[in-house]
């Protein structure tokens, strides 16, 4: 990549991580639009941190509050909202985790998955499915209420996300919704989940990065993690905001438009 390539791509990343219009969609379309090559595994780990960054700076009051609860629970036996609210983000992402160990042994996205016409199909259903959720949401809840069976379908859904054009952050809100979430509450139990869904994936294209002999330009790497934490800030503080005057309506359409033009172009 170049410089101009990085950056584009880190803002991209950043916005599109958080937004339910699926970040795998909007990525591969400077490769089918100029011809960009992928970024590469290296740039991902960088980007993945910039977003790490961006959703723990803005939720660092509400992390640090489950964290200090969670540990008084395991210690101590103080039970609490906080601490219910952490082990809620913990055994959400057991789903997601065995599923995505499971996809990745037999690389399953990369031989399978990986292609414009999957991308362009998961894009357009889960907008639809997300309309439907968002017609018939009762919104009666916030995520301080979130029961064992929430935790399980939220965190099933979130398995979902593994397939490109899904989208992690629209699939974990459909299903907030459907489970009486508000759309402020499923946005911010996403954003929650998405902590250690991160750290995870993360993690693991960090140890490939690790055990394999790529070369690492980390001044462009540094370049990426700033710009995909701003982006990724940014995008959060705003998305709640305009859920809250607009609801989910204008990323459905944006979703079924790219859907569309992504299969125009393989076409």
Request: glycine share 8%; aromatic share 10%; charged share 15%.
């Amino acid at each position: 990549m170049d410089w101009i390539q990085a950056v584009l791509l880190a803002i991209l990343q950043g916005l599109t991580e958080f937004l339910p219009i699926s970040s795998s969609a909007h990525l591969i379309l400077p490769s089918q639009l100029l011809g960009w090559a992928e970024q590469g595994l290296a740039f991902d780990v960088a980007v993945h941190v910039g977003s790490l960054a961006a959703v723990l700076i803005y939720f660092r009051k509400e992390v640090a509050e489950m964290t200090s609860a969670w540990f008084a629970w395991v210690l101590k036996g103080e039970k609490s909202v906080n601490g219910r609210l952490a082990w809620a983000v913990i055994w959400g992402t057991f789903p997601v985790g065995l599923v995505g160990l499971i996809f990745a042994l037999l690389d399953i996205v990369d031989n399978y998955l990986r292609s414009t016409s999957v991308i362009a199909a998961t894009t357009i259903i889960f907008a639809l499915v997300l309309w439907w959720a968002d017609s018939i949401a009762k919104e009666a809840r916030d995520e301080h209420t979130i029961r064992v069976k929430d935790i399980i379908f939220i965190g099933c859904a979130q398995a979902l996300a593994l397939v490109p054009g899904t989208s992690r952050s629209g699939i974990t809100m459909t299903a907030g919704l459907l489970m009486g979430l508000s759309r402020t509450a499923a946005a911010r139990f996403s954003f929650l989940l998405s902590i250690p869904a991160i750290i995870l994936s993360g993690g693991l294209e960090a140890f490939q990065l690790a055990t394999g002999d790529t070369p690492v330009d980390w001044a462009m790497l540094g370049l990426g993690t700033v710009i995909s934490g701003i982006a990724a800030l940014t995008c959060i503080h705003y998305f709640l905001i305009l859920l809250d005057k607009l609801g989910f309506k204008p990323f459905i359409f944006y979703r079924l438009a790219l859907g569309i033009v992504l299969i125009g172009l393989m076409l």
